[in-house]
């Protein structure tokens, strides 16, 4: 089944703690993103990779590493996590050659205390 | 930089009647997207639109793009139940914005 999957979904953590968010996708798409969802703010774009090794920052970088070692793994890093990250967090992949048709993770719900 | 701008923010209506969500860009974009996201779970993409003027149809949806491919539509006809949640509409000009999206709920 095709799917992008995140881990973990839910996750309580305290300022400072570095956290790592997993995401995986199965359908050898080139293009994977990171997203957090804010009530009235919608999806903002946090970083994006076309390709392995090739990332690039998105809206709201600040706060967020990434890496991209393997085409279907796109871990979001939070080396040291504030209360302003608390949000839900999607991963997205697609194709390259249909990058408007995204594929979402079930979403990582993280609070940050 | 680009904006996409949706409204309106929330719809409550009542099983059977329509709805309509109207996305507006900044800038000429190059295609836009669709998405819904049901209460609790992840976006879907729908459709995708790239043509000046076009329109397409799914069942009871129907998307339509401006001429100016500056704003786009989506328009439900007789909402059901199962319509709802949060429709969002994705304007894509090199990179993609997403708009706030329009919270849908339909009463029984």
């Known amino acids: 089944e095709a799917q992008v999957t995140q881990n973990p979904r839910y996750l309580i953590t305290v300022t400072g703690k570095k956290l790592t968010v997993t995401c995986s996708q199965n359908?050898?798409?080139?293009?994977m993103s990171w997203y957090r969802q804010d009530p009235g703010l919608g999806l903002r774009q946090i970083y994006y990779s076309m390709n392995v090794e090739v990332t690039d920052k998105g809206d709201v970088p600040e706060g967020y590493k990434v890496s991209r070692k393997e085409k279907r793994n796109f871990p979001l890093i939070l080396e040291s996590p504030s209360p302003n990250q608390t949000s839900l967090y999607f991963c997205?992949?697609?194709?390259?050659?249909?990058?408007?048709?995204?594929?979402f993770g079930e979403g990582s719900r993280l609070t940050v205390l | 930089g680009q904006q996409v701008m949706q409204i309106p923010q929330y719809q409550h209506v009542q099983e059977g009647e329509d709805f309509t969500t109207y996305c507006n860009s900044s800038t000429t974009l190059s295609n836009i997207q669709w998405y819904k996201q049901r209460p609790g779970g992840h976006p879907v993409f729908l459709i995708q639109l790239v043509k000046s003027g076009e329109v397409k149809k799914q069942k009871r949806l129907t998307f339509q793009f401006g001429e100016a491919k500056k704003n786009s539509s989506l328009h439900i006809t007789a909402t059901q139940t199962t319509d709802v949640g949060t429709y969002f509409c994705a304007g894509n000009n090199n990179d993609m914005r997403f708009g706030a999206g329009t919270r849908l709920t339909v009463k029984p």
């Open positions: 997205a992949s697609s194709s390259t050659r249909r990058v408007g048709e995204l594929f």
């Open positions: 359908m050898n798409h080139e293009y």
